[in-house]
């Protein structure tokens, strides 16, 4: 080994304060579409959320190894909001919601609005024992086809 190699140890410092930060996280992930987080790391039910609206803005079909992957909204953004489609959405909502086994399905509104449809759904994040409210809307004019 030469010195060089030897006194590299010796060099090497590893702050003790950023490592104590990390302690008692349960999920650590990245999201650079968030503008509230410091170099793009997410934390705890925040990454749950992300991975959630991330689930909502994939296609069905899109995933090559799993075509029944994420969602119908865009696809039935168009069409006549009958019983039907909403009955679907509300099924496929909750599907997405429910392949997080880190949450769980509280309530599913699903209503239309000028130019889409709004999805409120209530969950609970199962580790944390929080309950929230999020908001979707699929906007007709946002869809590139």
Known sequence: MSTL?????KRVSVNSE?????????????STVSENTEN????????????IINHFHIRQGEKLSDPTFGTII????????????KSAI???????CNYDKRVRVEEILVDTYENGIEIA????YLPYNISEQMLFRF???SVTQ
């Open 18 to 30: 950023t490592r104590r930060a990390n302690v008692g996280r349960a999920y650590r992930g990245f």
């Open 5 to 9: 190699e030897k006194n590299l140890y």
């Open 121 to 124: 759904c209530t969950l609970s």
């Open 74 to 85: 865009w696809d039935v953004l168009f069409e006549p909001f009958t019983n039907a489609v």
């Open 90 to 96: 509300i099924e496929n909502v909750t599907k997405i």
């Open 139 to 141: 906007d007709q004019n």
């Open 40 to 51: 793009f790391a997410l934390y705890d039910f925040e990454l749950i959320k992300q991975d």
